[in-house]
């Protein structure tokens, strides 16, 4: 059995305790989502109701789509890939309960906690900032939806819970850079 | 930039979050144990390499990670449509009714 999840090395977080403030407002602000467990999902959608059994969440069935709880996210990413997002008090009974999904469901469950960091970026200039590197449409991409994309030159994936609040999930050697391309990209006066 | 229809997706996507992976529909050798040199040959190196028409897979590495298939003229490097990997390749008809539906006015 594998050592409890929140017992092992503290992950390596170039952010810290940053946080950026641009504006009055602020028009942008910038912050390192708090630490969590997050497991990369492959499962047929034939099994997907057994696993979100197993995962004690809802798990959206469609690419595109998200779950977004009171602590656990589920995000589909392809047609048989999810990212699950869960408090780190929780991952331990979830690598035991997929585990045991085994014997009835062919599946892969990968903790990818340390793989990735997540960003808050909100106000009235987030999706400018975003949008200065990442050549989806953000204006009309719905509210609730998330996706593998790219911003700038480094691959991220996207959660848009309204125009002005997104969480980005960006390789944690690639985080500074991505912050710092968004302080410059939110300087930008829009004319 | 060009916006690619991905199959899975089933939206128009960046072309960044792409990228291509060789000709489509090329067939391996069903057993490898007998193929004769020629086969292999024919496999791992003849490509149509055409004006016009070409098949193609391509990836979409930085977005749902899935292959597809896709019909692009070579010439307009228009795409024309795309398809699920193991769907049958589109027939003719099919292709130049698009093509003259996407001829601009
Ligand atoms: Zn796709």
Redo the contacts with the bound molecule.
Sequence with gaps: MSEPIETRLKPFNPLADKTLALGGRPDLFLRPEDECARFSLRVPVGALKKAAVAFEGNIPEN?GEMSVGTGKSALCL?PDEWLLLAPYRDAQSIIVRFSQLYETAAHSLVDVSYCTLGIKVCGPRARLALNSGCPLDLENMPAGRCTRTVLAKAQIILLKFDDQHYRLEIARSFAPYIWEFLKNAGKIEEH | MLLID?P??R?G?PEIEFSHAGEAHMERPADPETASDAQWEAFLFHRTNPAGIHFERWY?IH????Y?NAVRDTVSEKFILTYKAGEPRPAVSEIEALMVEKEPE
């Design positions: 690419i392809g | 991905c899975y997706c939206q996507r979409h977005g749902c990670g899935c597809f």
